[in-house]
Each structure stands twice: as structure tokens, then as C-alpha cells.
């Protein structure tokens, strides 16, 4: 079994920042991807940034400059740093992983979600 586990959401001013921390845990081979996607009430959900176990990054466009993704592979844990908070910003911000288990089969795995919460 594979588990995300997000933390770090919460109620922010505009212009705020918070960080997003989202650990794997379980029977896990080797992680390829990892990424942050949020949906906001009413909306789709939509990519907001992902990262290769290279390090290689893809940001939506709503966020480049303000949002920032990383990894440390040793902990398999993938970190999003949101700076510049906007009340747009505001939706459940989800972590997703796209990783080979003990078993190497090859699956994609998805966090509980986290709320975050930009006030005007």
C-alpha cells in the first residue's frame, strides 16, 4: 500500500505565502513524478506544478513566479512553496505521485487534499 500525505494548508492573507509539504510512504520501488494540483469549489481540478525524480519542472501559467516545487527523493517527499498568495489561489490543493511499488507495478496515487485559503 502507497499513501500521500499532505499538510500545510490553511487560512492566508493576499500576498501571504504558505508551504505545501506531501510525504509517500509504503511500499514504494522508485517514485517518477510528483505534482500539486488544486481544485477550487465549482471547478475542474487542474495541474498547478510537477517535477521529475531529474527535477525537471512544469508550472501552469496562473502560477509561474510565485510558486516553486521541489523533492527530496531521500524522503519522498515532494514540497510546493506558494508566495504571493492570490484569493484565485484559494482551493484544495491535492499531491499526486506517479511511482513503481515493491512489486513494480506502475501506479498513480493521489493525497487526501489539503484547503488553502487566501483572504482579500
Known amino acids: 500500500q502507497v499513501q500521500l500525505v499532505e499538510s500545510g494548508g490553511g487560512l492566508v492573507q493576499a500576498g501571504g505565502s504558505l508551504r505545501l509539504p506531501c510525504a509517500a510512504s509504503?511500499?514504494?520501488?522508485?517514485?517518477?513524478?510528483m505534482g500539486w494540483y488544486r481544485q477550487a469549489s465549482g471547478k475542474q481540478r487542474e495541474l498547478v506544478a510537477t517535477?521529475?525524480?531529474?527535477?525537471?519542472?512544469n508550472y501552469a501559467d496562473s502560477v509561474k513566479g510565485r510558486f516553486t516545487i521541489s523533492r527530496a527523493n531521500a524522503k519522498n517527499t515532494v514540497y510546493l512553496q506558494m508566495n504571493s498568495l492570490k484569493p484565485e489561489d484559494t482551493a484544495v490543493y491535492y499531491c499526486?505521485?506517479?511511482?513503481?511499488?515493491?512489486?513494480?507495478?506502475?501506479?498513480?496515487?493521489w493525497g487526501q487534499g489539503t484547503q488553502v485559503t487566501v483572504s482579500s
Open positions: 499526486n505521485a506517479d511511482l513503481y511499488g515493491l512489486d513494480i507495478r506502475r501506479g498513480n496515487y
Open positions: 517535477i521529475t525524480s531529474s527535477g525537471s519542472t
Open positions: 509504503g511500499s514504494i520501488f522508485s517514485i517518477n513524478a
